[in-house]
């Protein structure tokens, strides 16, 4: 990362484990900051060893890798007292400190917002816990399908004779995290203006209640009535036909908003869906639809939806996104090296001046030299 990077010079030191916290933590190493995790001694972070599934790189967790690169690692045991001084020091040359344990843990290991700020008031941190603080979910375990379960989101993906459907992505793992580094560059230019420090505080319910803030609009204006999921081709609970996802010959297309009757034609349909509201008749339009479409390849209908401007694309799985091109275009896909293990991840999705900002280092190993910060 070149000394341009825009966090270059800016040190944080990350409490944080698993995926929420070191998410921030990883964005803000992109931008070129310098990232030490603090670790327990002797075993480290659990996605060291504990996540996603069996593939490892360099005996870790594909997920530790993916989540850590570019950051270095600290081993403590923070119950004694010359493991504690070490932290200490660090945070004195420190300008962010990042924790998401369940509420009142940190404060008990003596690391918590009010006792760094006493120490350091110029200090910005950043928190992250399950669901906030002074409400009854406070002290339950914060993990991400817990929060998707509590809500309401499970409602929103699937068919109306479906049951809950997870999200087959951490969604309030990665958002809290988004969140959390918005939060702390934000404190960061004001500390910038003025001089303070502060806190930020986020939670996994915030972040996947705030990624429905337009539907639970919609439902808290509308008399509060339940979500309906589609009975057939879903893709969203409330938007009309044609929106759904649909079998062709040899595949799927995903069709967006788009006027019926111009779709009926570009599909050489002869008006079945006169009459129809989109809204009330959304699963026999689609139904209709569905019917065609299946004669047909992906290819060809996708070629047919192009040149007509319609809102649709094929359904492609990773090896066809690979494979299109585009993310080795965007220069998204990265290589590390790691004691002679090789890996390939995805880079960072921002851009800085023309250039993909990244932190392109391997995962740090459990602790290593204590690490030594000096004002560049």
């Given at each position: 990362m070149p000394n341009s990077a825009p966090l270059s010079g800016l040190k944080v030191l990350d409490f944080s484990q698993f995926l929420a916290g070191p998410y921030a933590s990883l964005r803000l190493a992109d931008l070129g900051a310098d990232v030490i995790k603090v670790e327990r001694a002797g075993t480290g972070?659990?996605?060291?060893?504990?996540?996603?599934?069996?593939?490892?790189?360099?005996?870790?967790?594909?997920?530790?890798h993916a989540?850590?690169?570019?950051?270095?690692s600290i081993s403590a045991d923070l119950r004694k007292?010359?493991?504690?001084?070490?932290?200490?020091?660090?945070?004195?040359?420190?300008?962010?400190?990042?924790?998401?344990?369940?509420?009142?843990v940190i404060e008990r290991l003596g690391f918590g917002h009010e006792a760094v700020r006493a120490r350091k008031p110029s200090i910005v941190y950043g928190s992250i816990s399950g669901y906030g603080t002074g409400n009854d979910w406070e002290a339950l375990p914060g993990q991400d399908l817990l929060a998707q379960a509590r809500s309401g989101i499970m409602w929103l993906s699937g068919g109306a004779a479906d049951g809950p459907v997870a999200l087959g992505l951490p969604v309030a793992d990665i958002l809290a995290g988004a969140a959390l580094a918005q939060g702390l560059l934000a404190l960061l230019v004001?500390?910038?203006?003025?001089?303070?420090g502060g806190l930020v505080e986020t939670s996994l319910i915030e972040a996947v209640c705030d990624l429905q803030f337009e539907l639970l609009t919609t439902h808290f204006n509308d008399g509060g009535r339940a979500?309906?999921?589609?009975?057939?081709?879903?893709?969203?609970?409330?938007?009309?036909?044609?929106?759904?996802?649909?079998?062709?010959?040899?595949?799927?297309?995903?069709?967006a908003?788009?006027?019926?009757?111009?779709?009926a034609a570009c599909l050489s349909l002869d008006a079945p869906f006169s009459g129809l509201d989109p809204f009330r008749h959304r699963d026999a339009i689609k139904a209709e639809l569905a019917t065609h479409l299946e004669t047909r390849?992906?290819?060809?209908?996708?070629?047919?939806?192009?040149?007509?401007?319609?809102?649709?694309?094929?359904?492609?799985?990773?090896?066809?996104l690979v494979e299109s091109g585009v993310l080795q275009s965007l220069d998204m896909l990265g290589e590390i090296d790691r004691g002679g293990h090789g890996m390939r991840s995805l880079r960072s999705p921002l851009r800085i001046d023309g250039a993909r900002a990244s932190a392109d280092t391997p995962a740090p190993y459990l602790g290593g030299p204590a690490p030594e910060w000096r004002r560049g």
């Open positions: 972070d659990l996605s060291r060893y504990l996540y996603v599934s069996d593939v490892q790189i360099d005996g870790e967790s594909t997920i530790f989540i850590n690169r570019g950051k270095r007292e010359e493991d504690r001084a070490r932290i200490w020091a660090l945070i004195e040359e420190a300008d962010v400190v990042i924790q998401n344990f369940r509420p009142g004001r500390r910038g203006l003025t001089g303070e979500p309906q999921r589609p009975g057939n081709f879903p893709a969203h609970a409330y938007l009309a036909a044609p929106y759904g996802v649909y079998r062709t010959a040899d595949g799927y297309v995903a069709i908003m788009n006027s019926l009757d111009k779709l390849s992906t290819d060809h209908w996708i070629a047919i939806f192009v040149a007509a401007d319609i809102w649709a694309a094929p359904v492609l799985d990773w090896k066809g």
